[in-house]
């Protein structure tokens, strides 16, 4: 696997918990409601799976040379 895939997903959980946080102190010290800043996890965690997807495929490596298929032939 790769080293950057397994970074986004190890800090998917953190990010999502610290922005929960984050709306919820609005929520509580400020006239902003909880009900109206929600989508904004959502919104994290699309982000977050669009990255882990870029990172993973940035680990694919294409293949060399002409495909075989699985009769064996070109």
């Known amino acids: 696997m790769n080293t950057s895939y397994m970074l986004v997903r190890a800090v998917r959980g ?4 610290i922005a929960l946080g984050s709306l ?3 929520h509580k010290f400020q006239d ?5 800043t929600w ?3 959502l919104i994290l965690l ?3 799976k ?3 997807r870029m990172a993973l495929s ?3 490596t294409p293949a060399s040379g002409p495909y075989v298929g699985p009769d064996g032939q070109l």
């Open 14 to 17: 953190p990010i999502l918990l």
């Open 32 to 36: 902003i409601s909880f009900t109206k």
């Open 24 to 26: 919820m102190a609005l």
């Open 39 to 41: 989508p904004v996890l």
């Open 46 to 48: 699309g982000l977050m």
């Open 58 to 60: 940035a680990s694919a």
């Open 50 to 52: 669009l990255f882990e």
